[in-house]
């Protein structure tokens, strides 16, 4: 009764928590997809364009542009202003012919040649057909002068704004110019002054739409001026009145450098076939505003609205107690459903909605949400998370979550691999440096030197410090383990090294990191407690391994292992370096070091070495001078160096005894 009674009310809480999470989810998942999309969403757009409508050669044929090019500029004796007796021409040209209406995207404003400048207007005044000059004002950069001499005559007669809107993020021309209000008067754009005030376009003075490219122009990027005609000025009274009775024509530059933007093409066709003429935009412009086409952009309310609704439906739709397939199943249909709507508002020219924002966010909070669930099953898996709380190794965390390995005391003989490390210096280093300081030393060197004993295969047995020890042979078997592990100590001298000379170019003192190996039969298992415990090793072989390790320190090297190491070992060279007798041992052990890359590839030297080894270990008077030849051949050969100071000390023989070192 009291189990029955009290599951309503447990679970209340419980319930309300898990609703909690998933509009907390949601949203995180839309301010994720909002950041994320803010570069996508207008390349999306830019794809998406291909299906919207775009005005038909009905239009296009109507349209067509006159453009000043390098060989016009040829004819004229300076390039700027473009010469405006040329331009008077070439307006009486076009007003003989019967134009409908003319547009020169070509910014007048200042004076040049008084003469030409007064045939210029004169030609504009006495035309038949009406003629747009371009407009710009201060707000577009022009200075006092120049905006008087524009008020003076470019306002007086019939104009527009020709200044093209460039997105913030890629510089891209994608939406419709818009009137703008300049000193109490509406002025009109470029494209609505040419067209006349009786063709209107939705949007014109209210939210964003976008540019309707030609589907001609992506199909043939490399004819900029596709779908309309373009006539070079120079030979414009040359053509047939025919090719320019009853067209809009507009007259602007084609020049390598001036008046060239980036277009949606640049996203498929690259910025070079991308970028057009501003005069070839807009002819795209009028002649998407005589079809009286739009596509109106989603505002950024409603992009905001379905991007939410998007991550809250899925975070939603993964609180259900379904299984996973089911619920990825419901995901994909209402993403390909989006997508479909979408696709057709586009293609209707109904809205461009937000391509990218909302998918996201619904696989953000799909993502989220199913983390969530993951992390909730998770924790009921106590074993895993026991055998994580006691265990730093992953060949051991593997072998207790296959069962292989018991969790509890005791232990079994192995023969295995140690390596021994330790960081020479660093106590004194850390008494000198604040504890952040310390820390972010020693914790990027602690996670390489774990990551590379991980890599080469090794068992991690214990961080103490600054010193890391591992091993091989156990908790799995590992026939070549003297090999692997003569390779995992020369990676880890390598990046100790180098981390070395980095902490000395902060100005950090950081010492070389010593390494012992030594390979036998230990007792490797569970030592500890009943309540914490750890997966090491017992015996004599560890002892070896770590008084391997200080012995560098005597003899000058950084990396010394034992003869069954170097034994065993079939991957490395190596040379021999001492019989050392080492503290709590009668016998000396003969040692090893390998050699590294460059060392590998200097045999005339190592074979140097090894004959003046030999001498000495054969008490030849001979050995002094040997290893004096080793030392010419590579002053720095820290085991030569040792060797010759012990024989002219009066000392003979390999064996060095260790004993309180």
Not at 473 to 498: I, K, N, R
Request: charged residues 20%.
């Amino acid at each position: 009764m009291t189990a029955t009674s009290a599951g309503p009310s447990a679970s209340a809480p419980q319930s309300r928590r898990r609703w909690q999470l998933a509009l907390f989810v949601a949203v995180v998942a839309s301010a994720i997809a909002l950041l994320a999309a803010a570069r996508l969403e207008p390349l999306a757009g830019d794809l998406a364009l291909g299906l919207a409508p775009a005005p038909t050669g009905g239009v296009t044929s109507h349209v067509a542009v006159v453009v000043v090019t390098e060989d016009t500029l040829a004819a004229f004796p300076y390039r700027s202003p473009i010469d405006r007796r040329f331009l008077a021409a070439l307006i009486d040209r076009l007003d003989a012919a019967g134009a409908r209406a003319v547009g020169i995207d070509i910014l007048v404003d200042q004076p040049s040649d008084p003469a030409k400048d007064t045939a210029f207007f004169a030609a504009i005044d006495r035309a038949r057909v009406p003629v747009t000059l371009a407009l710009a004002t201060k707000a577009d950069g022009l200075t006092e002068r120049q905006n008087a001499y524009v008020e003076r005559h470019v306002l007086p007669r019939r104009h527009g704004l020709i200044a093209l809107g460039r997105d913030e993020i890629d510089g891209v021309v994608r939406h419709l110019p818009k009137p703008r209000g300049d000193g109490g008067t509406r002025l009109p754009t470029f494209a609505a002054s040419i067209a006349g005030a009786a063709v209107a376009m939705p949007g014109d003075t209210t939210g964003s739409s976008r540019i309707l490219y030609s589907a001609k122009q992506a199909a043939e990027p490399d004819a900029p001026s596709a779908p309309f005609p373009v006539y070079p000025a120079h030979v414009v009274s040359l053509l047939p009145n025919d090719w320019l009775s009853g067209k809009y024509i507009l007259v602007g530059t084609d020049l390598p450098t001036i008046d060239r933007h980036p277009t949606p093409f640049v996203t498929g066709q690259g910025s070079e076939a991308g970028t057009i003429p501003g005069v070839v935009i807009h002819a795209h412009i009028l002649a998407q505003r005589l079809a009286g086409l739009s596509l109106p952009v989603a505002p950024p309310a409603m992009r905001v609205a379905m991007t939410g609704s998007a991550a809250l439906l899925a975070a939603f739709l993964f609180l259900l107690p379904w299984p996973p397939r089911w619920l990825t199943l419901c995901l994909a249909i209402a993403l390909v459903a989006w997508t479909g709507t979408s696709l057709w508002l586009v293609g209707t020219g109904s809205l461009l909605p937000p391509l990218v924002a909302p998918p996201l966010a619904a696989l953000a909070a799909a993502a989220l949400m199913s983390l969530s669930r993951w992390q909730a099953e998770r924790s009921e898996r106590a074993f895993l998370r026991l055998a994580f709380s006691r265990y730093v190794s992953p060949p051991v965390v593997a072998r207790i979550a296959s069962g292989r390995l018991a969790l509890a005391l005791g232990g079994e003989k192995r023969r295995v691999t140690y390596v021994f490390t330790d960081l020479e210096g660093f106590t004194g280093l850390s008494e000198k440096l604040p504890p952040g300081e310390l820390a972010d030393i020693l914790n990027p060197y602690l996670d390489e030197m774990c990551r590379l004993m991980t890599e080469h295969g090794a068992t991690i047995d214990k961080i103490i410090g600054d010193a890391v020890v591992g091993f091989f042979g156990a908790p799995d078997d590992d026939p070549e383990q003297e090999t692997h592990a003569v390779a995992l100590s020369l990676a880890l001298d390598g990046f100790a090294q180098d981390y070395r000379q980095r902490m000395a170019e902060r100005g950090i003192a950081l010492g070389a990191t010593r390494i012992g190996l030594h390979c036998g039969e230990a007792v490797i298992g569970n030592f500890g407690g009943s309540r914490f415990f750890d997966y090491t090793g017992i015996g004599d072989t560890v002892n070896t391994a770590a008084r391997l390790e200080g012995a560098n320190r005597f003899l000058g090297t950084r990396v010394l292992m034992s003869e069954t190491v170097a034994a065993g070992n079939t991957g490395h060279p190596v040379r021999p370096a001492a019989e050392l007798v080492l503290k709590g041992r009668s016998s000396p052990l003969p040692c090893y070091v390998p050699l590294g890359p460059d060392d590998g590839q200097d045999v005339t030297r190592v074979e140097s070495y090894l004959r003046a080894y030999q001498l000495m270990k054969a008490d030849d008077p001979a050995a002094a001078s040997a290893f004096e030849a080793v030392l010419r051949q590579r002053p720095g050969d820290p085991l030569a160096r040792l060797h010759l100071k012990r024989l002219q000390d009066g000392e003979h023989g390999a064996t060095l005894v260790l004993e309180g070192k």
